[in-house]
């Protein structure tokens, strides 16, 4: 059974940065099979999908165009998790931050879920 | 805004059959097989209902179907029962620029 566990501070400071991690069991972030995905939610934008990385024979990332200056998704294979860093955070990125695994083109496995509120 | 557009509620009563309506373009659900149906109940995370428009993970009680015709994907409960009650949203792949878009969620109550 995958488990997908969040950690990382709730309150933020407008201009600084976001940093999120989420530990993994149950699978390996170095799966060729899987990727290892941040989706946010908040009543004003819904459910956003913000990136992904992924080992296929290489490491890779993909990030939504909306956060695509601001975001850095990386892998740390030692403590097998993967983190979020998101710069230059405003009020707007207040949500919801979940971890979560796309498997098969699906998101199968969610982290609990992290309250990030931007505010001075 | 959503990239996908659904019906911000849906009701019926125990026992009756509801569906749920996902509409896109022909750049996300019209364009790909790889549409998905998530519940979310208050505090929790989404969990995946549904996969590949129609099929089900192991665990997900047959009573949830889905279903896909040109831009709109269809969630359909039958046999509702007190737990439906929730919130589902669909998603979709969207090509190597946008990747995935979400609904907006549908609320559905359990009368």
């Known amino acids: 059974q995958v488990q997908l566990q969040q950690s990382g501070p709730g309150l933020v400071k407008p201009s600084q940065t976001l940093s999120l991690t989420c530990a993994i069991s149950?699978?390996?972030?170095?799966?060729?099979?899987?990727?290892w995905d941040w989706i946010r939610q908040s009543p004003s934008r819904g459910l956003e999908w913000l990136g992904r990385t992924f080992y296929r024979s290489d490491w890779y990332n993909d990030y939504a165009v909306s956060v695509k200056s601001r975001i850095t998704i990386s892998p740390d294979t030692s403590k097998n998790q993967f983190s979020l860093q998101l710069k230059s955070v405003t009020p707007a990125d207040t949500a919801v931050y979940y971890c979560v695994r796309s498997h098969n083109w699906n998101f199968d496995y969610w982290g609990q879920g992290t309250l990030v509120t931007v505010s001075s | 805004q959503s990239a996908l557009t659904q019906p911000p509620s849906a009701s019926g009563s125990p026992g009756q059959s509801v569906t749920i309506s996902c509409t896109g373009t022909?750049?996300?659900?019209?364009?790909?097989?790889?549409v998905s149906w998530y519940q979310q109940h208050p505090g929790k995370a989404p969990k995946l209902l549904i996969y590949e428009v129609s099929q089900r993970p192991s665990g997900v009680p047959d009573r949830f179907s889905g279903s896909k015709s040109g831009n709109t994907a269809s969630l359909t409960v039958s046999g509702l029962q007190a737990e439906d009650e929730a919130d589902y949203y669909c998603s979709s792949y969207a090509g190597s620029n946008n990747f995935w878009v979400f609904g907006g969620g549908t609320k559905l109550t359990v009368l």
């Open positions: 022909s750049s996300d659900v019209g364009g790909y097989n790889y």
């Open positions: 149950g699978d390996t972030v170095s799966t060729n099979s899987d990727t």
